[in-house]
């Protein structure tokens, strides 16, 4: 069977909210049929031609590709799934688009992640006796057992131990992913990619993305104190947010007269040990590289990570020799919030938008989204801008 080549010619998202904020009362299907329909506008593409709708998310249960393909008008013919492999499940599902158009057998296909944390289900721990009461279980616990397991920031406290990253360090670099995300806010950078659900200013932009002042960062107290180093102000929080991307065959991307594309080019996943989360995604960088025989590393313009904490972001850098201004130029999951099941397709229209949508040169050929999910495992992707 031939490979065929598949494209991504379309990629928005919504803003990123706060869990009870911006997105408070809207399910997930509320949520993202908008963002959808977004970018099948973009494309060109009405509904009808769509072949499959593919969602990464954690939190809802059941199906929500099925739910969200409806209220978005699409077909009751289109096949939709859902795929849950946690923060990594938004990228996997558009990873998992690119293949199945490759392998031929669908012409469009849309594909991203959405998580809307503040309407999502609670999840109740059944008792293990009729003496006992049930309990709540987080949003991503590692284990059904293990409720009062530390939070993935805490378990990461490993990584900053190991390389030796202080506080102060990272609190520099979470300031500058701020200062960054409010640069590009004002340049206008996220025009075009984030998708107004209503007329007004707040939906144009992630809500948590509010510069603070360095002392501020200074003064929170860390999650393991007295001597952990990460704190609220230096990790990133669960939002709600939803993001999607067009995927299409080199026949319809023909057909359309062949538009400014990002291609996949390659992914590699794998698996650290469980509480030692903050190393899945340099893990998974590792054995990107190893698989990109010939590549040169330096031809990648941009690193986009939905890191946990600032010291991930540093390690990336320190551990694979990458240039820091290359990785979240324009702010990281710090500042904008990390929509669990959407966080990895964030990164991809993220990507579009730097590599494909900006008016400006592009920073580079090639750009790389990668995020770490609970459980100890690492998702990396390399796209290629088609221009």
């Not at 995604?281 to 010939?294: E, H, T």
Request: proline residues 7%; aromatic residues 4%; negative net charge.
């Amino acid at each position: 069977m031939t490979v065929a080549s598949s494209y991504i010619i379309a990629a928005r998202r919504s803003a990123l909210g706060r869990i009870g904020g911006l997105h408070r009362n809207r399910r997930i299907a509320d949520l993202s049929a908008p963002v959808v329909l977004a970018a099948l506008a973009d494309a060109g593409l009405a509904p009808a031609e769509v072949d499959e709708l593919i969602v990464g998310n954690a939190s809802e249960g059941g199906n929500p590709a099925r739910l969200i393909s409806l209220a978005a008008g699409l077909p009751e013919t289109v096949a939709a799934h859902s795929i849950d492999r946690q923060c990594a499940s938004g990228l996997d599902a558009i990873i998992a688009a690119a293949r199945l158009v490759q392998a031929g057998e669908a012409e469009v296909v849309v594909a991203g992640g959405a998580e809307s944390l503040s309407t999502a289900p609670w999840r109740v721990a059944k008792p293990k006796s009729l003496y006992q009461l049930p309990h709540f279980l987080r949003v991503e616990p590692a284990s059904p057992d293990l409720a009062d397991e530390p939070a993935p920031c805490e378990a990461s406290e490993l990584l900053p131990r190991r390389l030796g990253i202080s506080r102060a360090r990272q609190d520099v670099v979470a300031m500058q992913s701020y200062v960054r995300a409010e640069a590009a806010r004002a340049s206008r950078r996220f025009v075009g990619e984030i998708v107004p659900l209503r007329g007004n200013a707040e939906e144009a932009r992630d809500q948590s993305a509010v510069e603070p002042a360095l002392d501020d960062l200074e003064e929170m107290v860390p999650f393991a104190p007295p001597d952990g180093t990460l704190t609220p102000g230096n990790t990133s929080s669960l939002h709600d947010g939803a993001a999607f991307v067009v995927v299409v065959s080199e026949a319809v991307w023909q057909a359309r007269g062949k538009p400014p594309a990002l291609r996949l080019v390659s992914t590699a996943a794998l698996g650290v040990p469980p509480g030692n989360d903050g190393e899945a995604p340099i893990a998974a960088m590792r054995k990107l590289y190893d698989r990109l025989n010939g590549f040169r590393r330096e031809d990648i313009g941009v690193f986009e990570i939905s890191e946990s904490s600032a010291a991930q972001e540093i390690a990336l850098a320190e551990e694979l020799g990458v240039d820091p201004g290359k990785i979240n130029p324009h702010g990281g999951a710090i500042a904008r919030g990390h929509p669990l099941g959407a966080a990895g397709a964030v990164l991809v229209v993220r990507l579009f938008s730097s590599l494909v949508r900006g008016k400006e040169a592009p920073p580079g050929r090639y750009g790389v989204a990668t995020l770490g999910a609970i459980g100890g495992l690492g998702l990396a992707a390399l796209f290629e801008a088609v221009r």
